[in-house]
C-alpha cells in the first residue's frame, strides 16, 4: 500500500496559528481569513501574497471596480498566499518557513484585505530582508518541533489549488466577458505536490588514527 500523503494545509494553518501566537509582529495575522495554494511557477519567486480586498476589506472601491470574493466553509477570505514549485522543490524546512513569513510580512496590520504600504520591496528593497530574518531567526528558536520536520518532509503532499483562479480588479461596466463574482470551495481541489528537501550534509570527525602520520 502507498504511503498517505500528508495534507499540507493543516500543517501550514498550524505554522501560520503558532506563529502569530508567539510573535507580536504577527499577531493581527488571522488564519481563517488566509488561504494557502500551490501555483505555478513565476520567475525565481517561492512565494506570492494577493489581497483580496480594498481599503477597509471592501469588494468595491470609489471607482467602481470590484475584486471577486473568495468565501471558503463560509468565511470570506482576505488573503490568498501562492506557493511556487521552488518553495516545493530543493528547499530547507528553514527556507520554507522564511518564505512563509515573507509573505505574511506583506500582510497591512489592519488585516483589511490590503498589503502594508511600508513594506513594498520597491519601498525597501534590501532593508525589507534587513528587517525580516531577525523575526525568522527568533521564531526558528520558538517553534514547535514537529512543525519544522513538517517543513521539512521529503515526498508527496495533498495541498489546495485552484480549478479556476480568481482574476484581477474589474469595472462590471467595461469587463469584456462575464465575471465570476464569488469563488468557493467549488473551484479549488486537493491536488500533489512533491517535495523535496536537501539532506544536511553529515560532517565526517576526524579521527587520531586519520591524522597519524605514517
Not at 515526498?155 to 480588479?169: C, K, N, S, T, Y
Request: proline share 6%.
Amino acid at each position: 500500500m502507498a504511503p498517505r500523503r500528508p495534507n499540507f494545509n493543516r500543517t501550514l494553518r498550524a505554522l501560520i496559528r503558532d506563529i502569530a501566537a508567539r510573535m507580536p509582529e504577527f499577531r493581527h495575522v488571522k488564519v481563517g481569513r488566509i488561504l494557502v495554494v500551490a501555483g505555478e511557477a513565476r520567475r525565481a519567486s517561492r512565494g506570492t501574497v494577493k489581497p483580496l480586498c480594498f481599503k477597509g476589506g471592501k469588494s468595491i472601491d470609489k471607482a467602481g471596480r470590484r475584486k471577486p470574493v473568495v468565501r471558503i466553509r463560509g468565511r470570506r477570505i482576505l488573503y490568498c498566499i501562492t506557493l511556487r514549485p521552488l518553495f516545493f522543490r530543493g528547499s530547507t524546512a528553514k527556507a520554507r518557513l522564511e518564505t512563509l513569513m515573507h509573505e505574511l510580512f506583506h500582510i497591512s496590520l489592519r488585516f483589511d484585505g490590503t498589503l502594508h504600504a511600508g513594506r513594498r520591496h520597491a519601498k525597501l528593497g534590501e532593508e525589507f530582508g534587513r528587517r525580516l530574518r531577525p523575526l525568522v531567526r527568533r521564531y526558528l528558536k520558538l517553534c514547535p518541533e514537529a512543525l519544522l520536520a513538517s517543513l521539512a518532509h521529503s515526498g508527496e503532499v495533498r495541498v489546495l489549488q485552484w480549478l479556476e483562479r480568481p482574476g484581477p480588479a474589474y469595472h462590471p461596466r467595461t469587463a469584456k466577458r462575464r465575471v465570476r463574482k464569488v469563488y468557493t470551495e467549488d473551484q479549488l481541489f486537493s491536488g500533489v505536490a512533491r517535495m523535496v528537501t536537501p539532506r544536511p550534509r553529515v560532517v565526517r570527525e576526524t579521527s587520531a588514527r586519520d591524522d597519524k602520520v605514517h
